[in-house]
């Protein structure tokens, strides 16, 4: 069986993902090169993707990896196969110039088993919800679905936004075409706001139970970001929102600092209330180190948008 099969099968075996999903996935975004894979008994046990990012650290665009489906056969699982094979990554992608892995895990006890190897929470969020007592009236004025013809530009304005934050993970062009056909696959909508042809406003929307969920919105004003929300309630016919925006009551995505002197000057640039000796920083663990980089309220939640 071919490397790629290999992965495949070991990937239906650990996660409920649809069909659909694994085949525009493997069709898509995978690459040879950026699996990671263990063997043993003659077959592969334990896989991930090292999928390549840009972390805007400041105005600082610096390489960064996302570390997707991790997954480990259940056979072989509890010795030690998938911090090997993290520790073996880590190695690979600060060669290759990487200045931070994240990932997110996927359940709440994943969080102590990514911490022994050297990752730390460093993107949280906070939940929120917005209700109406009645569902809103539509169509809005400034109000659109997103459409593939628009979809650069939807893209072009969420880029804009996301690099006015402090710290934000990118998303290339790539990589946001399969997101919105994965917001479309899960029956969800994309909506943009736009006055005197200039988006002001982009929103993504996915109905869940009874309630209707935001995957990423962007607004220029709060008004602009009241009638978007406005719109998804009204098309799904849904009185109750649940998003996500920055903060930290709950945990989302964990990272690991691979080559900090691509953050270090930048950070102390920005802190100069903060003064930090080099004796001090050799002292720290990584995880101290990558807390200490990352540690924004501001930066907190801009890894919405990925596939988790």
């Known amino acids: 069986m071919e490397r790629k099969d290999q992965i495949i099968q070991l990937w239906r075996c650990c996660f409920e993902d649809s069909e659909d999903f694994i085949y525009r996935f493997f069709s898509q975004v995978y690459q040879d090169q950026n699996a990671w894979t263990l063997e043993k008994d003659g077959r592969i046990v334990c896989a991930m993707q090292l999928l390549p990012y840009t972390i805007n650290y400041y105005g600082q665009s610096i390489p960064a990896t996302y570390i997707y489906g991790v997954c480990t056969h259940p056979d072989y699982r509890r ?20 200045g931070l892995a994240f990932l997110i895990p996927a359940h709440d ?8 190897s050297g ?6 969020c906070r939940h929120a919800t917005q209700t109406y007592p009645a569902i809103p009236p539509y169509p809005l004025a400034g109000v659109e679905e997103l459409t593939v013809s628009d979809l650069y530009a939807g893209w072009r304005y969420l880029d804009r936004k996301w690099r006015e934050e402090p710290v934000s993970i990118l998303h290339s062009w790539e990589d946001f075409q399969f997101l919105y056909q994965d917001i479309i696959a899960s029956d969800g909508k994309c909506f943009l706001y736009r006055q005197e042809q200039e988006i002001q406003g982009v929103l993504m929307a996915v109905p869940s139970g009874e309630k209707l969920f935001l995957p990423e919105w962007k607004a220029d004003t709060e008004s602009v970001r009241g009638t978007l929300f406005q719109a998804a309630a009204a098309v799904f016919q849904r009185q109750e929102i649940d998003y996500r925006l920055p903060g930290k009551t709950a945990r989302y995505g964990m990272a690991r600092i691979l080559s900090p002197e691509r953050f270090l000057s930048r950070w102390k640039e920005m802190h100069p209330d903060k003064p930090l000796t080099d004796e001090a920083w050799q002292a720290w663990s990584v995880r101290e180190q990558t807390t200490c980089l990352l540690d924004e309220p501001e930066s907190s939640g801009y890894m919405r948008l990925m596939m988790d």
């Open 79 to 98: 010795r030690g196969y998938m911090h090997q094979l993290l520790e073996q990554a880590f190695v690979r992608l600060k060669e290759q110039g990487s």
């Open 119 to 124: 990752f730390t929470e460093a993107f949280g």
């Open 109 to 116: 006890w994943l969080f102590d088993c990514y911490r022994k």
